[in-house]
């Protein structure tokens, strides 16, 4: 079945620690996407990805970093910078933005970031 | 400002009622506004997807209408099962963008 994975499902973090966030596709999507949730708000974009080594950072990329080496790979590193990052992370894939047209975006079932 | 924001916040409904979840939003260009269903713990799941020339569009119990006009959606589900318990997030699409702005959700739980 295609869809999307990530890894690991629940994750802690030390103070000064980066860590590093999996996310793979087999949708064969061009467009990838990394979301912040928080408890009562609305998912936060943090990066995307048009198409493999490119990305463009989002409204909340401060903190974070991403790679897109492969198009069925889009891991996001959250780095110490981020003095927040007890969140909710979702990525998301879809056929690439301007021809989305009626096609969704695909979710993975998310990574629980805490601070230890 | 682009927004989009959904009442009620939460919901208690009993089995086998049915509920309506609203969605008002002010993003312009429109594109596109999908109904996800995001379960606990769990990633969102599209239900549907309207463009401008839609006015409803159903999937089994659920049904999505929008007034392009008012810029309002609604997602109505009919005879409400234990499993519906969920939050139901509404998400616009602008035109020519990358930009997918979600609304903050309905929780919905169903009681036996």
Not at chain 1, 69 to 87: D, I, Y
Request: aromatic letters at 10%.
């Amino acid at each position: 079945d295609g869809g999307i994975t990530q890894s690991p499902k629940y994750l802690f973090r030390k103070e000064g620690q980066n860590v590093t966030l999996s996310c793979e596709q087999n949708l064969n999507h061009d467009a990838m996407y990394w979301y912040r949730q928080d408890p009562g708000q609305g998912l936060r974009l943090i990066y995307y990805s048009q198409i493999v080594n490119d990305f463009q950072k989002g409204d909340i990329a401060e903190g974070y970093s991403v790679s897109r080496e492969k198009k069925e790979s889009f891991p996001l590193t959250v780095t110490s910078a981020q003095k927040n990052p007890t969140a909710f992370y979702l990525c998301a894939s879809s056929i690439i933005h301007n021809r989305v047209g009626n096609q969704p975006q695909h979710f993975g079932d998310g990574t629980r970031l805490s601070i230890l | 400002k682009n927004q989009v924001e959904q009442s009620p916040q939460s919901l208690i409904i009993l089995e086998g009622k049915n509920c309506t979840l609203q969605c008002n939003y002010t993003v312009s260009p429109f594109s596109n506004l999908r109904w996800y269903k995001q379960d606990t713990g769990r990633g969102p799941v599209s239900l549907t997807i309207m463009t401008f020339s839609e006015n409803t569009k159903s999937n089994g119990r659920y049904t999505a209408t929008l007034d392009a006009d008012t810029k309002q959606s609604s997602l109505h589900i009919t005879a409400s099962q234990l499993s519906d318990s969920a939050s139901y997030i509404c998400v616009v699409s602008s035109s020519g963008t990358y930009k997918y702005i979600f609304g903050t959700g309905t929780r919905l739980k169903v009681l036996a």
